[in-house]
């Protein structure tokens, strides 16, 4: 099982719909959480931290379900810019050092 | 605001040669990292280091060696580049705290011809 999953899409939907992706993670010891929006042949950008009682900027909310393990985020009224690739990752401290862990990305493509 | 600034976006070598891929960041982080990415693999870590002097190797770090000499820079050298090394590499920093996440610089996208 890989550490971090996501389902890579692509998610086609249409201006103003609302859209969530998933992202299960393997070790349950993991600490910290983040979604980074990365767009085409450019560098990835931290979207946001996930906390553990949920938090929202603007359109954008991300939750995470320790007993699940799996972490969501979720856009409403998706806007064409919001076309990107959405990538999870993971921090767990092991053995002293910071182990970060990145999914291979979900791809959003938000259509006219 | 945090900047990791990569010395090149782009660049072409050949086969068999000796690339050097600069890092700086301008936020004292301690943490520095390397990465490779491809499609459909995602990001993978080759090095890392939490301190001048001190390195690790991450994932995939055949074919790669790290110099940490300064808090700032972190350079990624590949000591005979070959064609399986072209790729996108990114450079991300960030403190100590596994509660921050890194910041990354812009890319460099690197050819082996």
């Known amino acids: 099982r890989k550490e971090v999953e996501q389902d890579p899409g692509p998610f086609n939907v249409p201006e103003g719909a609302t859209v969530a992706f998933n992202c299960t993670y393997s070790?349950?010891?993991?600490?910290?959480f983040f979604w980074y929006r990365q767009d085409c042949r450019k560098e990835p950008k931290l979207l946001m931290s996930?906390?553990?009682s949920g938090n929202e900027d603007g359109r954008f909310t991300a939750q995470l379900n320790r007993a699940s393990q799996y972490i969501s985020l979720l856009i409403r009224d998706s806007k064409l810019s919001d076309s990107a690739t959405y990538l999870c990752?993971?921090?767990?401290?092991?053995?002293?050092?910071?182990?970060?862990?990145f999914g291979t990305g979900t791809k959003l493509q938000v259509i006219p | 605001d945090v900047k990791v600034t990569q010395s090149s976006r782009y660049l072409v070598k050949r086969t068999g040669e000796k690339v050097f891929l600069e890092c700086v960041q301008d936020?004292?982080?301690?943490?520095m990292f390397w990465y490779r990415q491809d499609p459909g693999l995602g990001l993978r870590l080759i090095y890392f280091?939490?301190?001048?002097?001190?390195?690790e190797k991450g994932d995939i770090p055949e074919g790669y060696s790290v110099s940490r000499e300064k808090k700032e820079r972190f350079s990624l050298i590949l000591e005979s580049a070959s064609t399986n090394q072209t790729s996108m590499y990114l450079c991300?920093?960030?403190?100590?705290?596994?509660?921050?996440?890194?910041?990354f610089g812009d890319g460099t996208r690197l050819s082996i011809l």
């Open positions: 991300a920093s960030s403190t100590p705290s596994g509660n921050q996440p890194q910041h």
């Open positions: 070790n349950s010891a993991s600490q910290s």
């Open positions: 996930v906390y553990s």
């Open positions: 990752v993971v921090n767990l401290n092991s053995g002293g050092y910071q182990k970060v862990t």
């Open positions: 936020m004292d982080h301690e943490n």
């Open positions: 280091s939490y301190d001048v002097k001190m390195k």
